[in-house]
C-alpha cells in the first residue's frame, strides 16, 4: 500500500488542477486505487475546457477559468478531508460514499467514475456557481457553453472505457450515437439540476444556505448509493459486464490517464 497522497494545496490555474489531479492518478496508481479512475476522467474535462478557454469559447474566460479551478478545488478539499482528517473538515457524505466505495473491487470502472460525477456536480457544481456568479443569470452562456464542451468528449471518453470493457463495446456497437445522445443528456440534466440548487442557494437568505446545502448533501449521497448499489435487475447486468471488464486496475488507470492527457475536438454547441 502506498502512503496517502500529500495534501493539495490551494490552486489558481488550470494548469495547477490538471497537474493537481495527475498527481491523485500517480498515487492510484502506486496504491492500486479506484479514486484514480474519477481523476483521470476529470483530468480529461478539465484539459477540454482549458482548451475551450484558450480558443475564446466563453464571454468571459478569466471568469470561467476561476470558476473552474473553484469548482475543482471542492474535490481536492474532499480528498485532502479524506486522507488527512486531523488536518482539513471531512468530507461531504456525497463524497465520502464515493471513497469508502474505491476499495470495492465488484462496481465496473463506469459506476467508479459515476460516483464521483454525482457527488461532483448534483452537490459541488451548484454551491460553486452560486460563490463565484451570485447573479447566476450573468453566467447562463457560459455555462450553457461548458455543457456543450463536455458533450464533445463523451464519445471519446466512451471509445476509451470500452477499450477496457469489451461487455460495453458491444452495446455501443449496437447503439452507437443513440448512445452518446442518451449519455450527453443525461449530463446535461445532472447540470441542470446543478444549476437550479444554486438557483436555490442564490434566493435564500446567508443564514439558510448550511440547512440547504446539509439536507442537498444527503440526497446526494443517496443517489451515490445507488449508482454502486442499484436494483437487482441492473445490478445483474453490472455483474455481467463486470465479469468481462478489465479487473487490473493499474493497467486500467495507465490506459485511462494516457488517453486523459488528450481533449477531443472542441463544440461550443450542443
Not at 69 to 75: G, I, L, M
Not at 107 to 132: K, R, S, W
Not at 135 to 162: K, P, Y
Not at 182 to 208: H, K, Y
Amino acid at each position: 500500500m502506498a502512503a496517502v497522497p500529500p495534501p493539495i494545496p490551494r490552486l489558481t490555474t488550470i494548469d495547477e488542477v490538471v497537474q493537481a489531479l495527475s498527481s491523485i492518478i500517480e498515487w492510484s496508481i502506486d496504491d492500486e486505487n479506484r479514486l484514480g479512475y474519477f481523476a483521470a476522467l476529470y483530468k480529461r474535462i478539465t484539459i477540454a475546457v482549458g482548451v475551450a478557454i484558450d480558443q475564446g469559447a466563453f464571454d468571459d474566460g478569466p471568469l470561467m477559468e476561476r470558476f473552474d479551478v473553484a469548482f475543482a478545488q471542492r474535490y481536492f478539499d474532499a480528498v485532502n478531508g479524506h486522507f488527512h482528517p486531523q488536518r482539513f473538515p471531512r468530507p461531504t457524505r456525497s463524497w465520502q460514499v464515493t471513497f469508502d466505495t474505491a476499495t470495492r473491487a465488484e462496481p465496473i470502472i463506469v459506476q467508479h467514475m459515476l460516483g464521483g460525477i454525482m457527488a461532483h456536480i448534483l452537490l459541488d457544481l451548484g454551491i460553486i456557481a452560486q460563490n463565484i456568479a451570485p447573479r447566476l443569470s450573468e453566467i447562463r452562456h457560459d455555462f450553457d457553453t461548458i455543457n456543450a464542451v463536455l458533450a464533445s468528449q463523451v464519445e471519446g471518453i466512451v471509445e476509451d472505457i470500452n477499450e477496457l470493457s469489451p461487455a460495453l463495446a458491444d452495446v455501443y456497437a449496437v447503439l452507437q450515437q443513440n448512445q452518446i445522445l442518451v449519455i450527453v443528456e443525461a449530463f446535461r440534466q445532472l447540470r441542470d439540476s446543478a444549476w437550479r440548487f444554486g438557483s436555490l442557494l442564490a434566493a435564500e437568505p446567508g443564514f439558510a444556505r448550511p440547512a440547504t446545502i446539509w439536507f442537498r448533501d444527503r440526497q446526494v449521497a443517496g443517489h451515490c448509493k445507488t449508482a454502486y448499489h442499484p436494483p437487482p435487475l441492473i445490478g445483474n447486468l453490472l455483474d455481467r459486464v463486470g465479469d468481462r471488464e478489465s479487473r487490473d486496475v493499474v493497467g486500467n488507470l495507465r490506459v485511462l490517464d494516457e488517453i486523459a492527457t488528450r481533449a477531443a475536438p472542441i463544440k461550443t454547441v450542443l
